[in-house]
Structures are given as C-alpha cells and as structure tokens.
C-alpha cells in the first residue's frame, strides 16, 4: 500500500477517476488554471498573504480539542478539530481565500460561486467583501429556503444570490448554472468550486488549500499528544473537501486510518439518500469522472440529505480513489443518528455542530475503538445555520 | 462514403443543420420530425441524446431535454426509433449530446449501434480531445463514425490547427462563447472570429452553431462557413400546438425561403 501515489497524476487523474472533461467553451479558462495553478500558489508572495489572511483574519490555526465527554463515552482518546472556529463558521473559508487571492493573480474581476448548505457561499461572499470583488452565488431554491440565514447574510455581503428552480433544486443543479454562468463569462470571471470536485485541477487545488487543516493537526498531536500520527481521522463527506483536507498530509502513512462518512439520509436502500459511494457507480459529472448516482440510462438521480452541504450525487475523485484503493475507508450515517449525534454533542459539550459535521460524529458508534489511541474527529462547520432544521427536529 | 462527407463534396455553401431532442415534445416525435425535416430540405440533422445535467445548454434546450426523460426517451429506444426509420431517410444523422449516457450505455456498444442504425457522426461537447483518442476512438473509426470537436471564438490558431486535424466531418464552430439559446443580432456574430478561421485555412468543411436562430443571422453565418446549425429556435418552433407537419414545413422555410 505505500507504494500507492495519491497525488493527481499530470493528466488530472487519481487512478482512475478526474480528469478535465469540459467543452471547449470552458477550455481556454481551465487549461489557464491548469498551467498557472501551482506556480501561483507556491510564490512566496501568494503563500505569505494566504498564510497571513489565515491567521488573523479567520482565527488559524483553529484549536485541536480533547473531548473528554466523547472520550469517556467512547472509552478512548477523541479530539475534535475545531473547525467549525473558523471566520463564517466552518472550513470553506480556507479555500476561498486560497481561490480569491488565485483569482486577483489572474487578473479576475467577478467571481461566481455555488453553495448548497450556503457555507461556500458565505466563505466566497466574505473574501469577495474584503476585496472587493463582484460577487454571484448559485444556489438552489430549495437551499435558500433550507439556510435563509446564510442568505441574508450573503445579501449583506454585497453578494448577488441567483435562485435555482432546476432539478431537485440543490447543490447539483447550483453547480451546473454556475458553470452555464462560467460559459457565458469566459474573460472576466474565476469560478471558486467549492469542493474537491469539478474539472482537474479543482480537486488538486482545493485539496492543497483545504491541507492546512491536516498540517495543523500534525504540529497540535504532536503537542498534545506526544505523537503527530492519530490513529484514524474522521471527516463527513459530501464532495469531500474538510475530508481532503484533513486527510491529505496522512495519505502516504498507513498507519493512520482514514474514514469518510457520506449522508445516508433516509438510509442506503432508499431512494433518499446521498451515499454516493455505496449507491454510485463511474461516471463523468461536473466534468470529472468518479463516483456518480445515477440510472441505467446514464441519467444522474437526485440525492436526497436532511444536510444541504451533502445533497450532492457525486464525489470528488481523490476520495473515489481512495475508495476503490482501500486507502480510506466509508461509512455512512442516516439523518436520525445525525441528528441524535448532534444533540450529545450539544448538551454534553456545549458545542452545536453543523448538519454536515454530525455525520462524522454519528460514525462513531460504528467504530470500535481501543482505549490509548487517538481519533480525530474533524468538526468541519458550526450548526448556527441549522438551527430552523434542529427546532422543528427535536420541537424545541 | 460516410453521408456527411457526400454532403460536403457536393454542397459546399448554406448547408442547413438542424437540431432537436430525441423524445421532445412527444415520446415518438423522432419519426415525424426526421421526415418533415428532410422533406423540408434540410440537409443534416443532429439528433440530441437527453441528458440530466446539461451544463452546456440554455434554458430551452434544458427544458426539452428534461421533458424528454420524463416522456422515458433512452439511448436504447432513441436506437429503436432510428432502425424504423432510417430505411426512409437519406440525409446525414448525428447523434449529439453529453458523454455520460454514452459511457454507461458501454463506447464500443455505442458505436455497434450506431453503425447497425445509420448514424454518420458523434458530436459530445464534453468529450475532450485526448478522452476521445484513448477510449473512443478505435470504436468510432471501425464503427466508421465521425467524431466532430467544437472550436470557440477563444480557441488560438495553434490549437484550432490541432482540432482540423483531429476532427471528422467537419469542426463546428460555436459562434459565441455562450451556451445554446443566447439571442444574437446577426450584426453582433464574431465576424472578426470567422474571419480569423477563414484566413487559418483549414482542411475541414466548418459549420456555425449556437445563436443562429432566424433568416438573417443564417445567411450571416453562411458567409463564413459551409452551412450553420439552428437548435433553440427549432425547438422553441416545435413547442406550439400545432401539428409537425405543419411547423417544420413552415419553420424551414422561415431560414431558407
């Protein structure tokens, strides 16, 4: 297994799954990125105002904290990675800021986002606020309605929010008006994918900005542990970038386990569910080959999660490799072990987390642990945003 | 020969394409609308594989293929439809549309069926050039396919040289950079585009699509290339009431009368 390479290959490719299957409308766009992406991000400059911006203005690096509760509970050794601290409330901040400060490289004067759970929205909205960039967020009808709160807050950010009435009206029918936007654009505008998906080299892109999550972890084990490996880090998944993140600087060392969890929603033998990799098959959407949801005929089915930012029929490539490889192992979790999850975490450590991030919580209970070793559990988002979901939920 | 290669050997300008959705407006529409079409005189038709998430689209072309899947259309009954009717019509077909159906339908039972029901040419905008050579390629040149690349008005010189090289049939050249359906004037095509292509003087026939939408804005088109494709605005022409019989007719001899 070591001699596994996890890195995207030069054609954009993990294994099997990637790749840049775009029309030509979008080529000229993509193969600019594709050139310039890394010599960009590794300039001295770029990396001394990304790191800059990192620290004082989103509050790196985010605690790395002992859970005595889940811990006890558990009978073992459980930190949460707290990122969920983060400026605008979870890990998107990280790549948007990374993708902003790309996009002023390339000279970019709009930049067009989509959102699902309106996370990436608020994390783009913000960065665009700061430098003073023009600003449009897709986002489904039926999300908006779902996370109004990150609506308004995005309205106030100066940011331009596009309604979607396509499809099931969420993540997936965002993105594909983000790129018809990116097609009609094609001088001024950079579009920041929110995720490790999309054409290469957006899931290689993404994954770096999103690594400072697992380099922090390496020095804050280190520290507080006596060791930088953990056991295993669990991080939910949807197109799987706090995933990324957080796994990325333990991919070549196989002692350390990684686990992905995917919404299950109503549950894996329904048709509402979100588990891309246990209901999914090879396809290409959003211009990468992976794992898709979708019918005989080819057609992409609707996922279906009571979390906005996991209602998504794909996932990103990096973790589709992982998958068939064995290199990271999923699980999935159900919107009732959700929801129970999150509201242990609440009333036993006074943390309220996202929608998103409970289902790395929920896999806990399918895990069994030993009592010296340490688990990581990566809080991605705080559940601010939820609150309408949680009410109505538990009849607060 | 290959259809489309006659068709360029013996018409060289105002060939007329025409597209439309497999399974739009009615689940058996692909028939009637064939043989209007080439009664009509249209010279080629591309026949649109529905797909769920056709990201290259406007708003008319996504609705018709939406609809399409709700009336139940597939790769395999599209294939039905065209081994019924293909004995009756002449004129060049090429099937176009997005690659996912066409890679879970299997490339090389693709092709087969292809071949077996008279198509003469692919066109997958999302089907990259290197993609098309490793996976597509020996399955479409056996099947004796042409597999048409797209060139925009920000493709370079160097690499539109590269595209005439690799493309058959023809290179399509998307007019504007847009997805399908944006409303143009006809003095607002990229004349400075087309005339940049014209003095690159390329080996394939070039066909102008997206925008083309009315008599005018074809015969504009027409001065730069072989012939031009008109989409969204056959398909908003079908949506009406009236029977095809009657629209087609009517609708074709808007652009060519």
């Given amino acids: 297994m070591t001699t596994m390479n996890y890195q995207v290959n030069e054609d954009g490719y993990y294994g099997k799954f990637g790749g840049a299957w775009i029309p030509e409308m979008m080529y000229v766009n993509i193969e600019e990125l594709r050139v310039r992406y890394l010599d960009i991000i590794h300039s001295e400059e770029f990396e001394s105002e990304f790191r800059q911006l990192l620290s004082d203005y989103s509050g790196r690096p985010t605690p790395l904290y002992f859970s005595h509760w889940l811990s006890e509970y558990y009978h073992t050794k459980i930190f949460l990675k707290r990122e969920d601290l983060n400026h605008t409330g979870s890990h998107k901040l990280n790549n948007t800021i990374g993708q902003v400060l790309l996009a002023l490289k390339l000279g970019k004067t709009r930049i067009i986002a989509e959102t699902g759970a309106g996370q990436h929205g608020l994390a783009t909205a913000t960065v665009c606020a700061l430098k003073g960039l023009e600003c449009i967020v897709y986002m489904g009808d039926l999300d908006m309605e779902r996370q109004e709160t990150n609506v308004k807050k995005m309205k106030m950010l100066g940011a331009t929010v596009i309604p979607v009435h396509t499809g099931n009206k969420t993540l997936k029918d965002a993105t594909n008006e983000a790129m018809r936007d990116w097609i009609n654009h094609p001088s001024d505008t950079h579009y920041i994918i929110g995720s490790v998906v999309g054409p290469h080299p957006y899931p290689d892109m993404v994954t770096r900005f999103q690594s400072v999550i697992s380099k922090e972890l390496k020095t804050q084990l280190a520290e507080k542990t006596g060791s930088e490996k953990p056991a295993r880090i669990i991080a939910c998944v949807g197109g799987g970038s706090n995933a990324a993140g957080a796994f990325y600087h333990f991919l070549d060392d196989p002692e350390v386990e990684l686990i992905g969890v995917e919404a299950a929603g109503k549950g894996i033998y329904t048709a509402e569910t979100a588990a891309t990799l246990f209901v999914g098959s090879p396809g290409v959407l959003h211009s990468s080959m992976s794992i898709i949801m979708q019918n005989k005929d080819g057609q992409v089915t609707e996922p279906y999660s009571i979390s906005a930012g996991l209602d998504y029929p794909g996932i990103g490539p990096l973790h589709a490799h992982l998958c068939k490889t064995g290199r990271a192992k999923y699980l999935y979790a159900t919107d009732k072990e959700v929801m129970e999850a999150a509201r242990l975490l609440t009333q036993k450590e006074g943390i309220i987390p996202a929608l998103e991030s409970a289902h790395a919580l929920a896999a806990l209970t399918q895990i069994r642990f030993k009592k010296e070793e340490v688990t990581v559990v990566n809080l991605s988002g705080r559940g601010d945003k939820d609150m309408e979901t949680y009410l109505r939920y538990f009849g607060y | ?257």
């Fill in chain 2, 1 to 257: 020969m290959n259809r489309i290669d006659q068709l360029f050997k013996k018409k060289k300008k105002n060939i007329l394409s025409v597209y439309f959705t497999a399974g739009y407006p009615q689940p058996d529409s692909l028939p009637v609308i064939l043989s209007e079409l080439e009664k009509a005189g249209v010279d080629m038709v591309e026949i649109g594989i529905p797909f769920s998430d056709p990201t290259a689209d406007g708003p008319v072309i996504q609705q018709s293929n939406h609809q399409a899947l709700i009336n139940g259309m597939s790769l395999t009954l599209l294939f039905n439809q065209l081994a019924q009717i293909r004995k009756k019509i002449s004129i060049p077909l090429i099937l176009m549309g997005y690659f996912n159906p066409v890679y879970r339908f299997g490339i090389e039972a693709f092709s087969l069926k292809c071949r077996e029901t008279g198509i003469d040419g692919v066109i997958l905008p999302d089907l990259p050039l290197r993609e098309y050579e490793t996976r597509c390629k020996p399955f479409f040149e056996k099947a004796k396919l042409h597999n048409i690349f797209l060139i925009t008005p920000e493709t370079s010189d160097s690499r539109i040289h590269e595209i005439d090289t690799k493309t058959s049939g023809f290179i399509y050249m998307v007019s504007s950079s847009s997805t399908t359906g944006k409303n143009q004037k006809a003095k607002d095509l990229h004349k400075d585009y087309f005339e940049r292509v014209q003095k690159l003087g390329v080996r394939s026939p070039c066909m102008i699509g997206f925008g083309i939408a009315n008599r005018s804005t074809f015969r504009q088109a027409c001065k730069y290339a072989n012939g031009a494709i008109i989409g969204t605005a056959f398909i908003k022409a079908l949506k009406k009431e009236t029977p095809p019989e009657k629209t087609i007719p009517e609708f074709i001899q808007s652009i060519t009368g």
